[in-house]
C-alpha cells in the first residue's frame, strides 16, 4: 500500500537548480530504498540514483555525475533530489520509486510515482 507523489518540477533555465521530493505515505519510508527515474518522450526510461535505507546512494547514470544527488528524510517520509548545473538532455519526466527487494537498491521497483515535469531550457 505504499504510495509515493513527486513534486518541485519545473522550468529551469540551463546551469540552473531544481530540488525534487518524493514523500511516501501508506507505510513508513525508514525500510525502504527509493529510487530516481526519468524519461523523455520516445526514449526508454532512465535510471538516475537510488538511495539504500542507510542512505547510501548509487549513481545509475554518468550524465549526472557530480550534479545529482539523493537524500531523504525519514522523519517527514521524504526523499530528496537535488539537481544541479541543469542540462537540456535533462529534461524529463521524474519519477521515484520503491525497491521491490525494500532496504536495498536493486533491480526491480514498485509503488510508482506519478511524476513531475521538468524542463531545461534557456
Known amino acids: 500500500q505504499l504510495r509515493l507523489v513527486e513534486s518541485g518540477g519545473g522550468l529551469v533555465q540551463p546551469g540552473g537548480s531544481l530540488r525534487l521530493s518524493c514523500v511516501v505515505s501508506g507505510e513508513s519510508l525508514h525500510y525502504y530504498a527509493i529510487g530516481w527515474f526519468r524519461q523523455a518522450p520516445g526514449k526508454e526510461r532512465e535510471r538516475v540514483l537510488c538511495?539504500?535505507?542507510?542512505?547510501?546512494?548509487?549513481n545509475y547514470a554518468d550524465s549526472v555525475e557530480g550534479r545529482f544527488t539523493t537524500s531523504r528524510d525519514n522523519a517527514k517520509n521524504t526523499v530528496y533530489l537535488q539537481m544541479k548545473n541543469l542540462k537540456p538532455m535533462d529534461t524529463a519526466v521524474y519519477y521515484c520509486a520503491a525497491s521491490m527487494t525494500i532496504a536495498t537498491c536493486g533491480v526491480d521497483f514498485g509503488s510508482w510515482g506519478q511524476g513531475t515535469q521538468v524542463t531545461v531550457s534557456s
Open positions: 538511495i539504500d535505507s542507510d542512505g547510501g546512494v548509487t
